[in-house]
C-alpha cells in the first residue's frame, strides 16, 4: 500500500454528548489509488465531513493509520502525530485540493486574488486563474469581493483556487450543496474532468445518488461497525 495515493486502517473517531461518548467513525478503512474516485454517503451526521478533515490533517482520529501521498499519520504514535501538523500543511498547500461545504476566501482579495494566491501557494504560476473562473461561469465577477457575490458564486470561486492548484488530490465536502440544479451539473462536470485530465484522487461526500454512481468507489458511512 506505499505506492497508494491514500489509504487509511482501523479509523476510529467519536465526540461527547455530554458525559456520553457518540461513536462517528468505527473501524474505518479505505484504499484509493491515482486517477480513482470514493463517494461518501450517508445521512448527516454520519461522519462524512469527519472523515474529509481527518485525511487532510484538519482532525486527527482516535485511532488508526492514515497515508497520504507517501506521508504516514499513526495516531498510536503521539510523539509522531505531535510533528504531522508541519507534514499536514505542506500536503494541503501543495497536494490537497479541499472544497469546504462553505467557501474558505480572503475576505480583503478579489475573487481572481484569491485564485491566484492559490496558485502561487502551491508553486504554480497565474496564468490560468482568470481561465478557471470564466470556466465556472464567473469570470465577470473575478474583481469583486467575496461579500460582493452570493454564497454561489462564492462556491464557485473556491473550486476555481483548487482547480488552479493542480491538486494531487481532491476532497470535495458537498461542493455543490449552494447552486443550482444547472451550475452544479457544470461544475461536477469541470470536477471529473480535472480528474480524468490530471489523474489526480478524488474523495466526495455527497447526498446524491446520482452523483455517487459516477465515482468508482462508494462508502456509505451509515453503514459502518457499531452504527
Known amino acids: 500500500m506505499v505506492d497508494s495515493l491514500l489509504w487509511a486502517r482501523g479509523l476510529d473517531k467519536q465526540f461527547r454528548s455530554g458525559t456520553e461518548p457518540v461513536p ?10 491515482r486517477g480513482e474516485s470514493l463517494a461518501l454517503t450517508g445521512r448527516s451526521g454520519s461522519g462524512k465531513s469527519t472523515l474529509l478533515n481527518i485525511l487532510c490533517g484538519l482532525e486527527m482520529p482516535d485511532a488508526g493509520v492514515v497515508q497520504v501521498l507517501g506521508e504516514t499519520f499513526d495516531s498510536g504514535k503521539p510523539d509522531a502525530m505531535n510533528k504531522a501538523e508541519a507534514r499536514w500543511g505542506n500536503l494541503r498547500r501543495h497536494q490537497i485540493g479541499v472544497v469546504f461545504q ?14 491566484r494566491l492559490r496558485a502561487r501557494l502551491a508553486g504554480h504560476n497565474e496564468n490560468d486563474c482568470q481561465d478557471w473562473l470564466e470556466r465556472l461561469g464567473i469570470g465577470e465577477l473575478s474583481d469583486r469581493y467575496p461579500d460582493q457575490v452570493s454564497g454561489g458564486q462564492r462556491q464557485r470561486a473556491a473550486l476555481a483556487m483548487v482547480f488552479a492548484m493542480k491538486p494531487t ?31 489526480c484522487g478524488l474523495v466526495l461526500a455527497t447526498h446524491d445518488p446520482e452523483l455517487a454512481i459516477r465515482c468508482s468507489q462508494h462508502m456509505d458511512l451509515g453503514h459502518q461497525p457499531g452504527t
Open 169 to 199: 488530490l481532491i476532497l470535495a465536502d458537498e461542493p455543490t450543496g449552494s447552486l443550482d440544479h444547472h451550475t452544479a451539473e457544470a461544475v461536477i462536470g469541470q470536477l471529473f474532468e480535472l480528474q480524468a485530465r490530471h489523474g
Open 24 to 33: 462517528v467513525l468505527t473501524d474505518l478503512s479505505l484504499h484509493l489509488e
Open 102 to 115: 462553505e467557501a474558505n476566501l480572503m475576505p480583503a482579495l478579489s475573487l481572481l486574488d484569491n485564485v
